[in-house]
Nanobody, 122 residues
């Protein structure tokens, strides 16, 4: 049974930083690309970034220069480092796993976590 569990969310002031983690289990990590998405109240789910099986990452233009993705294969965990946060970053952040190449298309992901709330106060 595949499980993705996000953690690290919370309340942060504008300009601050957070690091989200997504711990995976029940899958062969090396076979999966991982993605981060977010959904703000009343808005559609939005692509944030993705990291390939080999560790190459792609970041959405909306957060480029502020957010980075990394992973630790030994810990079977993917991270989202978020810097210079602003109120527009307030959302539920979800990680997802895709067996195959990295992708920004949420429809191509096979497994999803429950999400972690990030709230940025101004």
């Amino acid at each position: 049974q595949v499980q993705l569990v996000e953690s690290g969310g919370g309340l942060v002031q504008a300009g601050g930083s957070l690091r989200l983690s997504c711990a995976a289990s029940g899958l062969t990590f090396s076979n999966y690309a991982m993605g981060w998405f977010r959904q703000a109240p009343g808005k559609e789910r939005e692509f944030v970034g993705t990291i390939s099986r080999s560790g190459t990452s792609t970041i959405s233009d909306s957060v480029k220069g502020r957010f980075t993705i990394s992973k630790d294969n030994a810990k079977i965990t993917v991270y989202l480092q978020m810097n210079s946060l602003n109120s527009e970053d307030t959302a539920v952040y979800l990680c997802a796993a895709r067996r195959g190449p990295r992708s920004g298309n949420q429809a191509e992901y096979d497994y999803w976590g429950q999400g972690t709330q990030v709230t940025v106060s101004s």
